[in-house]
């Protein structure tokens, strides 16, 4: 059956809903293209963990977002308290299209998520659903004297 035909034995309804929904959710970036990646310096960077800037990392759950280069003008990392009091850290950039959207949930033990097109992801990147197959990246971390957190590849 042709493809008009099959639409048209649909009705108006469903075929807006194919199309609508590929609109905002299909892409053929699921897998076999390199995620995009924040390029961090060779040796990492350093946060103060004595900063205000990083105040909700108090609390297990919470998380900000830093920036790895003082030259980007955009924030590029989440940094994270999961729910054992580890700190963590991952690319903002969702591995699905790139779109800055990435966050930390407490549920389902601690989860990563894009809220553009709903991706999820554990804790060491691997997606958690359909919308991608391309893991987010996660980076090191290593507390240091001063309360100081070294981030890096
Ligand atoms: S860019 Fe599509 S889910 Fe994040």
Same mark, same amino acid.
């Given at each position: 059956?042709?493809?008009?035909?099959?639409?048209?034995?649909?009705?108006?309804?469903?075929?807006?809903?194919?199309?609508?929904?590929?609109?905002?959710?299909?892409?053929?970036?699921?897998?076999?293209?390199? !995620?995009? %990646?924040?390029?961090?310096? @060779?040796? *990492?960077? #350093?946060?103060?963990?004595?900063?205000?800037? =990083?105040?909700?990392? +108090?609390?297990?759950?919470?998380?900000?977002?830093?920036?790895?280069?003082?030259?980007?003008?955009?924030?590029?990392?989440?940094?994270?308290?999961?729910?054992?009091?580890?700190?963590?850290?991952?690319?903002?950039?969702?591995?699905?299209?790139?779109? !800055?959207? %990435?966050?930390?949930?407490? @549920?389902? *033990?601690? #989860?990563?998520?894009?809220?553009?097109?709903? =991706?999820?992801?554990? +804790?060491?990147?691997?997606?958690?659903?359909?919308?991608?197959?391309?893991?987010?990246?996660?980076?090191?971390?290593?507390?240091?004297?001063?309360?100081?957190?070294?981030?890096?590849?």
């Amino acid at each position: 059956m042709e493809r008009k035909a099959f639409l048209k034995t649909l009705g108006a309804g469903a075929a807006f809903a194919l199309t609508f929904s590929c609109l905002h959710g299909c892409s053929d970036k699921g897998g076999g293209e390199e !995620p995009l %990646v924040p390029e961090i310096p @060779e040796g *990492g960077f #350093i946060i103060d963990l004595n900063a205000t800037t =990083s105040a909700n990392l +108090q609390n297990n759950g919470g998380f900000i977002f830093v920036k790895s280069k003082s030259t980007f003008t955009q924030n590029d990392v989440i940094v994270v308290r999961n729910l054992e009091g580890n700190l963590v850290a991952a690319s903002k950039y969702c591995s699905h299209e790139g779109n !800055p959207n %990435v966050e930390f949930l407490s @549920e389902d *033990g601690g #989860i990563y998520r894009c809220d553009v097109h709903g =991706s999820r992801f554990s +804790q060491d990147g691997t997606p958690l659903n359909s919308i991608t197959t391309n893991p987010l990246k996660i980076y090191n971390t290593e507390l240091l004297a001063d309360n100081k957190l070294r981030i890096f590849e």
